[in-house]
């Protein structure tokens, strides 16, 4: 029986626009990186899945999860938590989040129809450190200045071979400054070199030039992306035997298959696809990057296959994308195998 006391709806209209008065008026740096997320129509559905999946659990538990949702740390594991509750609802599971085992609060904790624990799920959010947020953020600031110059050009850096620090927001405006001048000189140049160090290579219309703005055209800036580089699911291998660890003695006691689902932020570049090569000892290599990364770095030999631990029942993997797929890689050395509506999911 669901609480009475439970709002009907916690991101519908009436959050959107407490949230735009909150916030809209705040600069687009200033903001956290999940604004759009929040208040945008095209993220409407996601916002009512999100309210469909608080509504199944006790009050108190949801509007905790909807204080945080929203924060750049939150975002991301609040929602690969709440796609596998539901992925275990849609085969018929019956589920508790957060039940208490003396202490330790497994996400999700699998119970029998007459409320005996038959499996633990417990949710690892694969993340980039948090220097890629702080870098996202400093590049935003300058490409914030850079929009205000009224000339249609799009602006990239010039490669270096090596990375580039963003700029503080005081030496952002400085450069932004630096730029309009040389835009808005009469013979605007095609390679803008700051007293900062930074170089901006100037990508003006199909011959060449730059195009003046007399219909409201402003300057583009392509910033490096901040996560550009060699993407591997190895970075996982480690937190998931920090969850056997961390819940061994429970499962041993209790004699229960232990899964972990795994999500990964998008800023990861992490998918189904190299999670797989990683449990098939796949030789492949695996690079990120936009158009506005001037640096890649160097490649690393692929992982050796990654075998689970036979104290591991398998894998749940998230789908980063709306509406999260989940899918199943069962162990099959463990040594206490994965129900088998888990082992199906994805299949």
Known sequence: ??????????FGPEFVEEYRRRHGNKT???RTLTYENAVNEEFAPRRDWLDEQLRQLPVR???RLARCVWKDEHYWPVHFEMAVGAALRQVGLHIVYDYSWGGQTPDWTVMSDTGEPLCLVEVHTASPP?????????????????????????LRLEPTGHPVQAPDSRT???I?????????????PSRISTSFGYTFLVQGDRYGGVVPSPFGLFACFDPPSSTAGQ???????????????KYRRIVDEHDLPLVVAVGAHRFTGLGLRELDDLLAGEPVLTFQFNLGDTHIGDAISPPPRWDMSRELAGLLWVDNKFPFAVTSRPNPAAHRPMPATLASLGA
Not at 133 to 142: F, G, I, K, P, V
Not at 179 to 185: K, M, P, Y
């Open 231 to 245: 993407v591997s699911a190895a970075q996982i291998i480690g937190p998931v035997k920090n969850k056997i660890s």
């Open 28 to 30: 687009p740096q200033g």
């Open 61 to 63: 538990q949801a509007d």
């Open 172 to 174: 952002a405006k400085r």
């Open 130 to 154: 948090q220097k890629t947020y702080d870098s996202m953020r400093a590049w935003h600031q300058l490409t914030q200045q850079i929009k205000t110059i009224p000339v249609g050009v799009v």
């Open 176 to 188: 932004a400054g630096e730029i309009r001048g040389a835009l808005c000189s009469a013979l605007c």
């Open 1 to 10: 029986m669901k609480d009475a006391s439970a709002p009907s709806r916690r």
